[in-house]
């Protein structure tokens, strides 16, 4: 049987009716190159032993699997255990793509890398990938990212990236991609786009799967060395949905249940939330088809979420595809359940979580006590420190949850 991530997405880039490639004529021949790139400098052997190499020395791959006994504990039922992404150089999961991308592009002979970022860690993991391999970085940011997100602007401005203020609209994730864009189309001679998650035309939506798999192909083989069992189910919380898909292509061709965690923000009211899957409709977002938050006009609606990195209105092609065809299972939970898991992971493990992340927590939380006897794996996708001046100063140290 050919497996799932063979025959998916078909050569177009689509996964089922969701993806593709909508381009301005301009990109079209540059997206064409990052294609051939993909297909044949990745799957070089020189590549692969490059990146092997890349992860095991500088991320500190492989991260490992902890089995979070006193929190399993405390929701009673289900055992809890968690992939430790959050233990990956920079912090979180999305370096795994960025020293990829960012290996593809010097093989491509590019000497620049730009992107967008929406909590601050993609522009992090790119303008760390950019410092290794001695290219210059651009990031675009959101003014209300950037000042939720400080320390995060800090280190990318250290690791010596220009990090660009945007301004217009809701000034956030989505803008960011806007500006990143443009800037982009002149400067697609020798710059990379290094698009941030599983979003993004076609190639992205692949490529970036493919380069986070490698969680999903530890978290498996650690899990079974584990408990000698699959686990039952393995969820991750999804903004654009890498963290995600990285975990669900490990287990995706067996009888595992996955879940993607969408935010529900403060309320289910648009503009309240970034629960795209849960209450979006098929529509057309930079440059791919997939679902959509939409408000009255069609345009793509505010969105809210205390994580920063999951506030986008549009969702990874394949996530579309995979709750369509009923494949993975998506739910959301708000803000206070998440904040709530944030405190819990702190004080009853010891590993402070990103808030992306504590959606995924506060996920198996909910789900362990009509689980028992069974098994749920979540991705950590990312620790917490850019977090703890905003959650305590906001919330306290927890006392009202
Ligand atoms: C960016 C980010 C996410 C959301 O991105 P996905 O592409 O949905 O995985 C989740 N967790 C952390 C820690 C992040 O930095």
Redesign the pocket.
């Known amino acids: 049987m050919a497996s799932y991530l063979k025959q998916t997405p078909n050569a177009e880039g689509f996964f089922g009716e969701y993806g593709g490639a909508q381009l301005p004529p301009p990109l079209e021949p540059h997206f064409k190159e990052i294609r051939e790139a993909y297909e044949t400098i990745s799957k070089s052997a020189e590549f692969i032993r490059d990146l092997r190499y890349i992860r095991k020395h500088f991320q500190g791959r492989p991260t490992p699997v902890s089995h979070l006994k006193n929190l399993s504990a405390q929701a009673g039922g289900a055992q809890i255990y968690a992939k430790r992404?959050?233990l990956n150089h920079t912090?979180?999961?999305?370096l795994n793509h960025c020293m990829a991308e960012a290996l593809l592009a010097k093989h491509m002979g590019k000497t620049k890398l730009m992107a967008e970022t929406?909590?601050g860690?993609?522009g992090v993991a790119l303008a760390t990938a950019a410092a290794y391999f001695g290219m210059d970085c651009e990031i675009h940011m959101g003014e209300i990212d950037i000042e939720k997100e400080a320390p995060n602007v800090t280190r990318m401005k250290l690791l010596g990236a220009d990090v660009v203020p945007v301004g217009f609209g809701g000034r956030s994730l989505k803008e960011a991609v806007d500006s990143a864009f443009q800037s982009y189309v002149p400067q697609a001679d020798t710059a990379l786009f290094a698009i941030?998650?599983?979003?993004g035309p076609h190639p992205f939506p692949m490529m970036v799967r493919d380069f986070q798999h490698i969680v999903g192909i530890e978290a498996r083989e650690q899990f079974m060395d584990m408990t000698g069992q699959l686990p039952d189910m393995v969820a991750?919380?999804?903004?654009?949905?890498?963290?995600?898909?990285?975990l669900f292509a490990g287990f995706i061709d067996d009888d595992v249940d996955l879940w993607g965690v969408e935010p529900m923000g403060t309320s289910s009211k648009l503009g309240e939330h970034a629960a795209t899957i849960t209450f979006g409709e098929d529509g057309d977002i930079h440059g791919f088809r997939t679902m959509v938050l939409t408000d009255e006009n069609g345009e793509p609606a505010p969105v809210h979420t205390v994580?920063s990195?999951?506030d986008y209105p549009g969702v990874?092609p394949e996530h579309a595809h995979l709750y369509r065809t009923g494949k993975a299972n998506y739910t959301a939970c708000d803000d206070k359940e998440a904040l709530k898991a944030f405190y819990d992971l702190s004080r009853h493990e010891g590993i402070i979580p990103?808030l992306?992340?504590a959606h995924a927590v506060a996920f198996a939380m909910r789900e362990a006590p009509k689980n028992p006897g069974k098994s749920i794996l979540i991705n950590l996708?990312?620790?917490g420190d850019k977090d703890i001046d905003y959650v305590t100063e906001t919330f306290g140290f927890g006392e009202d949850l």
């Not at 941030?196 to 979003?199: A, H, L, M, P």
């Open positions: 992404e959050d912090g979180a999961h999305k929406g909590a860690q993609h941030g998650s599983v979003v991750a919380c999804v903004g654009g949905g890498s963290n995600a898909m990285g994580a990195g999951l990874g990103a992306e992340s996708s990312g620790r």
